[in-house]
């Protein structure tokens, strides 16, 4: 089976292309490939796939095999890939998604998708603003926006001091979180930009969350933090985001995305 390994501000997936392979159990596949010591190594598996209501569909399972609604990192990746194959035809076209059509629109150079704008839609507010929570006995305040999937963000100084690996399973397990929620921990500083680590639900710490950015300066502005229009710093990179607040009330995204390599595996060797 062929393979494309991209990441998006240093958020990884392996991308599979279902217009020319077809994949039978990609929840487990996603297991195995994501393995960085057995595997291909990424934060999970994306499939790109024919759509009847748009002009792509994409599939996005994180690296325990569970299937998410969307991946802002992900699809910017799809935005790519379609594009250097000649498969789109078009500088802006529409993907399908668990959390509904995303517009994206390219910027090429010398034929080539460097950056990608997407339209992440209209956020939803699922929480208090704020609302505190108990989390291994210490107290929190968080902002719940859900962006398709679920997000809840965190404010505080010193965020390169967490020890996610030790208290993030406690924040994506919460009881508050039925279906377990990715956990934003930010750091402001300025109205303009904002720092962010990222535990995804599914996957751990991963180096960058598109859908994370967006909700979290959605939940910066609504707070009063930013304005409307910030920059996210990433482990793996910066991305832009503007919320049209007064508007369309739509979330737009604006990011890089690169192709790492291209390979075949066999999945019984995996």
Avoid at 41 to 54: F, K, N, V, Y
Avoid at 176 to 187: A, D, L, Q, V
Avoid at 202 to 226: F, H, K, M, N, P
């Amino acid at each position: 089976m062929k393979f494309t390994k991209m990441q998006g501000t240093g958020n990884d997936y392996v991308y599979i292309n279902c217009f020319e392979e077809t994949v039978e159990n990609p929840a487990e596949l996603s297991k195995k490939v994501s393995d960085r010591h057995f595997g291909i190594g990424s934060d999970g598996l994306i499939l790109i796939c024919p759509s009847e209501t748009a002009d792509f569909r994409m599939r996005m399972f994180n690296a325990d095999g569970s299937e998410s609604q969307m991946c802002g990192n992900g699809i910017r990746c799809v935005g790519k890939y379609v594009y250097d194959h000649g498969m789109a035809g078009k500088t802006e076209f529409d993907v399908e998604t668990g959390a509904g059509i995303k517009h994206l629109k390219i910027t090429e150079e010398n034929g080539k998708a460097v950056m990608i704008t997407v339209d992440m839609g209209v956020p939803e507010i699922t929480s208090q603003v704020p609302e505190p929570i108990s989390i291994d006995g210490r107290d929190y305040e968080f902002i719940g926006i859900s962006m398709g999937n679920p997000h809840a963000i965190y404010f505080m100084e010193g965020i390169d001091g967490l020890d996610l690996e030790a208290i993030g399973p406690a924040f994506e397990h919460h009881v508050r979180f039925p279906e377990r929620t990715n956990s934003e921990f930010i750091e402001v500083k300025s109205k303009s930009y904002i720092r962010m680590r990222v535990w995804e639900r599914g996957s751990g710490e991963t180096w960058a969350c598109g859908t994370g950015a967006t909700a979290s300066v959605v939940a910066s502005a609504l707070s009063g933090r930013t304005s409307n229009k910030a920059e996210v710093e990433l482990k793996g990179g910066n991305l832009m985001i503007e919320w049209d607040r007064e508007g369309s009330g739509h979330v737009f995204m604006t990011g890089p995305a690169v192709q790492v390599f291209e390979g075949e595996f066999d999945e019984r060797s995996l």
